[in-house]
């Protein structure tokens, strides 16, 4: 069992940056493969970026692609985004997810949800 909990969420203007946190009380950490996901009011789940158990892989929705980066420091079972030159349409509530199996895009994919961090751009 895996328990996520995503922090340094905000409000931040438009050009801005941010780095979201999520961090695991399980002790098998690098096992998982880790993604964010991101919820903007009235629409899906989306995809934002994933990276393998070990860090050697990432990949992201070609949204931000460029723009946000995933790390990870599985001493400190912590996954990392940061966010840079936000713009008004990242505004979401931002989920990090494990997933036992390999990277993916794909919100089935994974096994263990974060309750959420809000994001907000103001322009």
């Known amino acids: 069992q895996v328990q996520l909990v995503e922090s340094g969420g905000g409000l931040v203007q438009a050009g801005g940056s941010l780095r979201l946190s999520c961090a695991s009380s399980g002790r098998t950490f690098s096992t998982y493969t880790m993604g964010w996901f991101r919820q903007a009011p009235g629409k899906e789940r989306d995809f934002v970026g994933t990276?393998?158990?070990?860090?050697?892989?990432?990949y992201y929705a070609a949204s931000v692609k460029g723009r946000f980066t995933i790390s990870r420091d599985n001493a400190k079972h912590t996954v990392y985004l940061q966010m840079n030159s936000l713009k008004s349409e990242d505004t979401a509530v931002y989920y990090c997810a494990a997933a036992t199996s390999g990277t993916s895009s794909v919100v089935a994919a994974y096994d263990y949800w974060g309750p959420g961090t809000q994001v907000t751009v103001s322009s």
């Open positions: 990276i393998s158990r070990y860090g050697a892989t990432t």
